[in-house]
Nanobody
Framework: QVQLVESGGGLVQAGDSLRLSCIVSGGVFRYGAMAWFRQAPGREREFVAGVTWSGRVTDYAESVKGRVIISRDTTKNKVHLQMNSLKPEDTALYYC????????????????WGQGTQVTVSS
């Protein structure tokens, strides 16, 4: 049973930084891509960033490109999302997700999800 647990969210001011972490257990982690998605109230879940199994190929949504870095540590079964220069529009519930396949920006491609960690950015 694959389980994903996120941490690191919080309430910050615009311009601050946060580092989200996702710990994975249960097996699939080594062979598939991982991603972060977010969902704000009244909005659809949207792709933020993704990373391949090797960690060498990353992908970012245009809205966060240049401000966010995704990384993974296969030996420790962790995926991180370093978010800098946060904006009020970054406020959302952030989810970690895994797939046995390649990087994808579609949430339909991911079959395992965490419960989410809340990020709130005040202006």
């Amino acid at each position: 049973q694959v389980q994903l647990v996120e941490s690191g969210g919080g309430l910050v001011q615009a311009g601050d930084s946060l580092r989200l972490s996702c710990i994975v257990s249960g097996g699939v982690f080594r062979y598939g891509a991982m991603a972060w998605f977010r969902q704000a109230p009244g909005r659809e879940r949207e792709f933020v960033a993704g990373v391949t199994w090797s960690g060498r190929v990353t992908d970012y949504a245009e809205s966060v490109k240049g401000r966010v870095i995704i990384s993974r540590d296969t030996t420790k079964n962790k995926v991180h999302l370093q978010m800098n220069s946060l904006k009020p529009e970054d406020t959302a519930l952030y989810y970690c997700a895994s797939t046995s396949g390649e990087n994808s920006r579609s949430h339909y491609s991911y079959n395992h999800w965490g419960q989410g960690t809340q990020v709130t950015v005040s202006s």
